[in-house]
């Protein structure tokens, strides 16, 4: 239902976008989130946005790094990442929520299948 694109490789301290888009059906009106897995670790938050932009969230480890944002004519949330760290390495997961302000009690409903960020020292 989700499909993420826009990953790649990236050195230390530089830049990338990640885009997602939904297939099968809008997510206008639901809040939207990115979520990464390293290899061997658990897959963890990343950020959210609510449905219309005017709430966002974000976890400790790329506050001030990262930026979520979403586009609702284009129905497309995008992740933009700045300065960033080997340890962003990861695959990056965009899901959505069945509501439209970002619920931390809500399991997320439809999920991507991940793009891959490398980002090299």
């Known amino acids: 239902h989700l499909v993420e694109s826009g990953g790649g490789v990236v050195q230390a301290g530089g830049s990338l976008r990640l885009s997602c888009v939904g297939s099968?059906?809008?997510?206008?009106?639901?809040?939207m989130g990115w979520f990464r897995q390293a290899p061997g670790k658990e897959r963890e938050f990343v950020a959210a946005i609510a449905w219309n932009g005017a709430a966002t969230f974000y976890a400790d480890s790329v506050k001030g790094r990262f930026t979520i944002s979403r586009d609702n004519t284009k129905s497309t949330p995008y992740l933009q990442m700045k300065e960033a760290k080997p340890e962003d390495t990861a695959v990056y997961y965009c899901a959505a929520q069945e509501t439209g302000w970002y619920d931390t009690a809500l399991e997320f409903r439809w999920w991507g299948q991940g793009t891959q960020v490398t980002v090299s020292s």
């Open positions: 099968g059906r809008t997510f206008d009106d639901y809040a």
